[in-house]
């Protein structure tokens, strides 16, 4: 079993930044990688970012290249999105996942919401 927990969405204007948590706990000795998704009302879940949790190899949306950043504290068993220059089009609510196989993930957070103001 995997705990997730995330923390630091919120309300931000357009051109800005916010930097979401997700920590996990549990069987985290076999994680394989972690992402982070987003699901926007009337749309289906989307792979934002994901983390190969050992080589710390990363892999982006098309949509947030460049603006999105995915990374890992090991020790803390932590993953982190910073976003910059977000746009109305970001705006969703924003889901960590926990894999041990890939391209499979078997534990998912909360959902954190994020709101971009135009």
């Known amino acids: 079993q995997v705990q997730l927990v995330e923390s630091g969405g919120g309300l931000v204007q357009a051109g800005g930044s916010l930097r979401l948590s997700c920590a996990a706990s549990g069987r985290t000795f076999s994680t394989y990688a972690m992402g982070w998704f987003r699901q926007a009302p009337g749309k289906e879940r989307e792979l934002v970012a994901v983390i190969n949790w050992s080589r710390g190899s990363t892999h982006y949306a098309d949509s947030v290249k460049g603006r999105f950043t995915i990374s890992r504290d090991n020790a803390k068993n932590t993953v982190y999105l910073q976003m910059n220059n977000l746009k109305p089009e970001d705006a969703a609510v924003y889901y960590c996942?926990?894999?041990?196989?890939?391209?499979?993930?078997?534990?998912w957070g909360q959902g954190t919401q994020v709101t971009v103001s135009s």
């Open positions: 996942a926990w894999s041990d196989y890939p391209s499979t993930y078997a534990y």
